[in-house]
């Protein structure tokens, strides 16, 4: 038999801060879609999910109530792996960023960064948010109210200066852009694509900070204890940590590596397609195939966050509707390019007239029908007419299209055609009475 396919298709690895609510949900059923419907078409498919627990914030969270940080992820990673379970999402790994196994990958990514020169040390001045863990320029920031903040989470940022590693990332800015221009699929969709290589990598690349010492609670740079590997390095080697990229038993990693696709949200999309191709080019990699962002699922016209306090939890939503309902809901309201709506408004809207009108009616006339006229057994009775040739074709093209949506990561647009064959259904049915 010849060897399947392979697809390995991988989530952020998330912030276990607090609990991971229904944006999180989304990427991660999404995936577990992706990867459900290529096991279909019969490839061999891994899927890793993961959670990214170093890092100021967790550490400062733990100390607020008074557990150590490990306690304090542990806590929530549990109830995230209760979640995927709850929303029947089957990853074939979960890897933790405190896993000894991820740990000591990225020991050796680092050193092997200083020793071929691609790291350096040096000082850091910049002005840092601590929510996001992320430092801005001067020019980066915005002000309000005479007050300069984040401009991704808009709180205040504060000046910050110290001993720093850092990616020497402008070495490989003339590579990266020649590859993001001759392989125009790496980024999808392509409008981020056009974003990255315009806001980013054609003004020139600033080198990255990849280790701090302002905390502990991180990976320890193992040549210079003092020293934690910072947020990046050690979050994107996880899609090969968990491979055992490096190790003698890299089996998995032999087969699976380069990833068929990382699925993120678009605020991360720079990291993954400016940072980690670097990082991977740097280490004599493959990149991955393809980075696919998509957008957020607002509440309303807003983010969601917990100090607006309109986060909405899958776990309250499976209470009401159910997990294939959930699952539908979210997969149905996020389309390919923007950012998909949530309100409860409107899951019943789509509840009552998707998954009650059209398809449980379709079922409920289907199933009475039969066990009506037919004792409940379904035979070929060999009758066909002008109208079964017509739904025969309907339902094969159907197949083909979802197919072609679902080859592009366009769930949304596949559910679509999915439920324009069950429209198509009961419109047989009134043709036939
Ligand atoms: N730890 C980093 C990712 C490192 S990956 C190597 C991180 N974590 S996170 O907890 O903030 O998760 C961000 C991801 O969660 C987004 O990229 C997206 O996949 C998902 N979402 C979180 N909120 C979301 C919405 N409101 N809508 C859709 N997805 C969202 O960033």
Known sequence: MPEKKTYYITTPIYYPSGNMHIGHTYTTVAADTMARFKKMQGYDTYFLTGTDEHGQKIERKAEEKGVTPKAYVDEIVANAKDLWKLMEVEYNDFIRTTDERHEKVVQKIFRQFYEQGDIYKG????LYCTPCEAFWTPTQVVEKDGVKCCPDCGRPVEPMQEESYFFRMSKYQDWLLDYLQTHPDFIQPASRANEMINNFLKPGLQDLCVSRTSFKWGVPVDFDPKHVVYVWIDALSNYISALGYDTPDDHLFRK???????????????????????????????LPKQVF???????????????????????????????????????????????GVITWDL????????????????????????????????????VTGEVDADLKAVVTETRDRIAGKMAKLRVADAISEVFALFRRCNKYIDETT
């Open 123 to 126: 000082s850091y001045e910049g």
């Open 256 to 286: 699976y590596w380069p990833a068929d696709v990382h699925l993120v949200g678009k605020e991360i999309v720079r990291f993954h397609t400016i940072y980690w191709p670097i990082m991977l080019h740097a280490l004599g990699l493959p």
């Open 293 to 339: 962002a998509h957008g957020w699922l607002l509440f309303g016209n807003d983010k969601m966050s917990k100090s607006k306090g309109n986060v909405i939890y899958a776990d309250d939503m499976v209470e009401l509707f159910g997990v294939d309902a959930t699952r539908y809901f979210v997969l149905h309201e996020m389309p390919f390019e923007n950012d």
């Open 347 to 382: 899951v019943i809207e789509r509840f009552n007239s998707d998954l009650a009108n059209i398809l449980g009616n379709l079922v409920n006339r289907t199933v009475s029908m039969s066990n009506k006229y037919f004792g409940g057994v379904v035979t070929s009775t060999g």
